[in-house]
T-cell receptor, first 113, second 113 residues
Framework: QQPVQSPQAVILREGEDAVINCSSSKALYSVHWYRQKHGEAPVFLMILLKGGEQKGHEKISASFNEKKQQSSLYLTASQLSYSGTYFCGTGPKLVANAGKSTFGDGTTLTVKP | DAGVIQSPRHEVTEMGQEVTLRCKPISGHDYLFWYRQTMMRGLELLIYFNNNVPIDDSGMPEDRFSAKMPNASFSTLKIQPSEPRDSAVYFC???????????FGPGTRLTVL
């Protein structure tokens, strides 16, 4: 019952845009996004709590469609530093009827010069 | 601030031994999370604390795992007895609020032979 991420991998040139999708088969109460570089700890990017909520962080933003039980991460004008593996997660259990926290398998993003 | 501190950074032990992983959260953070990451299972949230109280331990794999937070500046994750399938990188993270940015420690790489 973990979220499903797509695509599994994407290769970009600097300056190009990318979208990473995260879909869940169960109701989502929150969605967390992380980026992890090889051999390093994950870096928390953002959390989305409400359906339709969009958040931004520099040139990285995300949306959350509660009805469709999915979230998307948008990377615009990608930079070399954006390379890494991006994970979505359902977040810690904050409400009584939320399920166990789960994570997607990750999307590997490679930005080339 | 020094950030989240984890010790040891690397641990190699033999099956059946007790293993204790340690975490010092960022001062002032009220939430502490323990994660595990492996190639096979991906990233998993094991347990999280709020004000030193365990809130959700539904991710703890089995009774061999236990976590404590005796005070606001220290937490332990104990595995007794350890098994080879426990080999993973264990991350600790902390934050001021459950919906705010989580700051990850560098992780402890555990190898159980």
């Amino acid at each position: 019952q973990q979220p499903v991420q797509s695509p599994q991998a994407v290769i970009l040139r600097e300056g190009e845009d990318a979208v990473i999708n995260c879909s869940s088969s169960k109701a989502l109460y929150s969605v967390h996004w992380y980026r992890q570089k090889h051999g390093e700890a994950p870096v928390f990017l953002m959390i989305l709590l409400k359906g339709g909520e969009q958040k931004g962080h520099e040139k990285i933003s995300a949306s959350f469609n509660e009805k469709k039980q999915q979230s998307s991460l948008y990377l615009t004008a990608s930079q070399l530093s954006y390379s890494g593996t991006y994970f979505c997660g359902t977040g810690p259990k904050l409400v009584a009827n939320a399920g166990k926290s789960t994570f997607g398998d990750g999307t590997t993003l490679t930005v080339k010069p | 601030d020094a950030g989240v501190i984890q010790s040891p950074r690397h641990e190699v032990t033999e099956m059946g031994q007790e293993v204790t992983l340690r975490c010092k959260p960022i001062s002032g953070h009220d939430y502490l999370f323990w994660y595990r990451q492996t190639m096979m299972r991906g990233l998993e949230l094991l347990i999280y604390f709020n004000n030193n109280v365990p809130i959700d331990d539904s991710g703890m794999p089995e009774d061999r795992f236990s976590a404590k937070m005796p005070n606001a500046s220290f937490s332990t994750l104990k595995i007794q007895p350890s098994e080879p399938r426990d080999s993973a990188v264990y991350f600790c993270a902390s934050t001021w609020d459950s919906t705010d940015t989580q700051y990850f420690g560098p992780g402890t790489r555990l190898t159980v032979l």
